[in-house]
């Protein structure tokens, strides 16, 4: 399986043999969507809390005397049915919304969605970007001249459009696409399949040393 590799100009530079243990494997919708909710859940942080009645301030004193009264019996002003007072069965911050996904599961659900995104006609190996210096206009540049080759929508300012995977971070290649609100850069050794699918375009930048770091993820 073959490739297209393009240059900072979107003309074709090159070709590039595909492993189909990466791209070739056939859609799990089962698999990739256990895989997400998981990852969406562990990045989940527990914010909510509602006090209850050991937590709320005041209470101390009974209300009222326990006989005598004609009133129903309270040991607190704090009780949960009164106003002010604590609340039952609230929200947390101690819960942990955390889910376990096998490591060998979320590898092959990354290589999945790599699979179907080759198939869509959503991934883009480009050969190189080197920037002397950070530069938006060499990176608006970049993308406009992809749109110009059958990836259309790569260019729009609004969404999130390109996902711009990295063999190794570069400061001058990150601040050039800062300012691009719809793409993001990382290093292709931290991607996954949430960052992938919340993107419509993956770019790869020098495959040939990129996906040898994909490669050996696969056991």
């Known amino acids: ?6 240059n900072l100009e979107g003309q074709e530079s090159g070709k590039i043999t595909l492993d ?21 859940a562990n990045a989940r942080q527990s914010i909510a809390h509602a006090k209850d009645r050991s937590e709320v301030r005041g209470g101390g004193k009974k209300p ?14 704090r009780s949960p049915i009164w106003v002010g007072g604590g609340v ?3 929200p947390l911050k101690e819960r942990s919304y955390d889910k376990q996904i096998n490591k060998k ?8 969605v790599l699979s179907q995104k080759l198939r869509d006609n ?13 530069e938006t206009k060499t990176a608006r540049v970049l993308l406009e001249a992809l749109s110009k080759v059958g990836f259309e929508k790569i260019a729009y300012k609004k969404g999130n459009r390109a996902y711009v995977a990295t063999e190794a ?6 601040r050039s696409f800062d300012n691009i609100t719809s793409s993001k850069v990382e290093e292709i050794r931290n991607l996954n399949p949430l960052d992938v699918l919340n993107y419509k375009y993956l770019v790869i930048v020098n495959p040939k040393e990129s996906l040898k770091v994909l490669t050996a993820r696969v056991k």
Do not use: C
């Open 1 to 6: 399986m073959e490739s297209i590799v393009y």
């Open 20 to 40: 189909d243990k990466l791209f070739g494997l056939n859609w799990n919708a089962d698999l990739v969507h256990q895989t997400v909710v998981s990852m969406q």
């Open 64 to 77: 009222w005397r326990q006989k005598g009264t004609g009133r129903a019996r309270h040991g607190s002003s």
């Open 88 to 90: 039952t069965h609230g």
């Open 105 to 112: 599961a979320k590898t092959k659900a990354l290589f999945t």
């Open 122 to 134: 959503e991934l883009i190996f480009v050969d190189d970007v080197k920037l002397t210096k950070p």
């Open 169 to 174: 971070l570069d400061a001058n290649v990150i």
